[in-house]
């Protein structure tokens, strides 16, 4: 009986796909599978240098409400809106 060693030494090495695996896409395009690949994601303009944080909070329903609107009104997102209402307060000046 063979050895293991033996087994996996008359194994051929693996030949790599010289054109990047476009054939093997076509194929499965063909046959009806979809990629896996996410998507690259689309920015609207370049983004800050400065580090980002999640801020969640529960706020009453009119105020909440009153945030939207005023963002919507002022076409800005809620980030650009809390940052120009805290440069307003005189509680932020930005850095640079």
Do not use: W
């Not at 896409?25 to 996410?38: I, M, N, T």
């Amino acid at each position: 009986m063979t050895g293991l060693k033996d087994l996996v030494a008359r194994v051929p090495p693996a030949r790599p796909i010289e054109d990047g695996g476009s054939r093997n896409d076509a194929a499965a395009e063909r046959l009806g599978f979809k990629s896996r690949e996410p998507e690259e994601r689309v920015f609207r303009r370049e983004r800050d240098t400065e580090a980002s944080v999640s801020l969640n909070m529960r706020v009453k329903l009119s105020v909440s409400n009153a945030f939207v609107t005023y963002c919507q009104e002022n076409n800005l997102s809620y980030p650009q809106a809390i940052t120009k209402m805290m440069q307003d307060l005189g509680i932020y000046k930005p850095k640079g």
